[in-house]
């Protein structure tokens, strides 16, 4: 036999398992066509399943003060995988883990502290700090 005989011998249980996917794939999309039934269904407009009916567009704008939330919120999310890691190989790790995870810790206190100290973290406007301390005075 040569080889490229030894080759197409080869391939050809995976052209038939190709082969197959294709025919599995045309069978699901054929046969709800030929068994489903048409009918004029009298709730096709309603809602589905929360029952409240749309108004107004979905497209709604938020303002730019959610991002910065969102992403530190990312950000901290992420940092919990991390010390949850940590957690599980705590016996593993020793002291030099625990040493490790304590400054990656403090540094994430750090930027928390740093963010609420600029004021990333407020939600009010300038416009509203401005009449909260007018109401202050």
């Known amino acids: 036999m040569s080889a490229d005989l030894v080759q197409a011998s080869n ?3 995976f052209i038939a398992y190709i ?3 294709l025919v599995v794939i045309a069978a699901m999309l054929a046969i ?4 489903a039934r048409p009918t004029a269904v009298r709730a096709a407009g ?3 399943e929360s029952g409240v009916v749309p108004a107004g567009d979905i497209h709604v704008r938020l303002t730019i003060r959610f991002y910065p939330v969102a992403i530190f919120f990312v950000i901290f999310d992420l940092e ?8 599980v190989a705590f016996r593993e790790t020793g002291w030099l883990g625990y040493i490790e995870m304590s400054i990656f810790i403090g540094v994430l206190l750090a930027a928390l502290i740093y ?11 300038e ?3 401005l009449q909260d301390a007018q109401l202050r005075i």
């Open 19 to 21: 082969a197959a996917i």
């Open 32 to 35: 709800p066509h030929f068994l």
């Open 46 to 48: 309603e809602p589905f």
């Open 80 to 87: 919990a995988v991390f010390i949850l890691a940590w957690a």
């Open 11 to 13: 391939l050809w249980p």
């Open 115 to 125: 963010l609420w100290r600029i004021g990333a973290l407020d939600w009010r406007t």
């Open 127 to 129: 416009r509203q700090k």
